[in-house]
C-alpha cells in the first residue's frame, strides 16, 4: 500500500489549505483513512480520521469546526481541507491507513503512513 499527500504549503493565519491523500495498492473503499501531524520537537499527533464510508468522522478537539476530512473513494482520495489555519497548526501532515473501517485516533491501528507534507501557518 502507498499514501501520496499533497497539498501542504505556507499561508497566514486565516487562510486556508486542501491536502490530498492518494493511496494505490489495495482497494481503498474498504478502509479507514486518518490525518497526523507533527510539530518540531512535538510528538505525533492525532487530527481527523474517516470512516470506509465517510459516514463517520472524528476530530481532535483544537480542529474542530476548522478542519473537515472527507474521502472520495471512486478517486482513492482522502482530503482535509482545513480552513482558520492558526500558527499552532504548523506541522508536517502525515495520512494514514490501517486494517480497520472504523475511523480511529490510536496511531497505532494504523499501518501505512504517506511521506508527509508541510503546512506552515505565520501570523
Known amino acids: 500500500v502507498q499514501l501520496q499527500a499533497s497539498g501542504g504549503g505556507s499561508v497566514q493565519a486565516g487562510g486556508s489549505l486542501r491536502l490530498s491523500c492518494t493511496a494505490s495498492?489495495?482497494?481503498?473503499?474498504?478502509?479507514?483513512m486518518g490525518w497526523f501531524r507533527q510539530a518540531p520537537g512535538k510528538e505525533r499527533e492525532f487530527v481527523a480520521a474517516?470512516?470506509?464510508?465517510?459516514?463517520?468522522?472524528d476530530y481532535t478537539d483544537s480542529v474542530k469546526g476548522r478542519f473537515t476530512i472527507s474521502r472520495v473513494n471512486a478517486k482513492n482520495t482522502a482530503y482535509l481541507q482545513m480552513n482558520g489555519l492558526e500558527p499552532e497548526d504548523t506541522a508536517v501532515y502525515y495520512c494514514?491507513?490501517?486494517?480497520?473501517?472504523?475511523?480511529?485516533?490510536?496511531?497505532?491501528?494504523?499501518?501505512?503512513w504517506g511521506q508527509g507534507t508541510q503546512v506552515t501557518v505565520s501570523s
Open positions: 494514514a491507513t490501517g486494517f480497520t473501517g472504523a475511523a480511529a485516533t490510536n496511531s497505532n491501528l494504523y499501518v501505512f
Open positions: 495498492g489495495r482497494t481503498f473503499s474498504n478502509y479507514a
Open positions: 474517516i470512516s470506509w464510508s465517510g459516514g463517520t468522522t
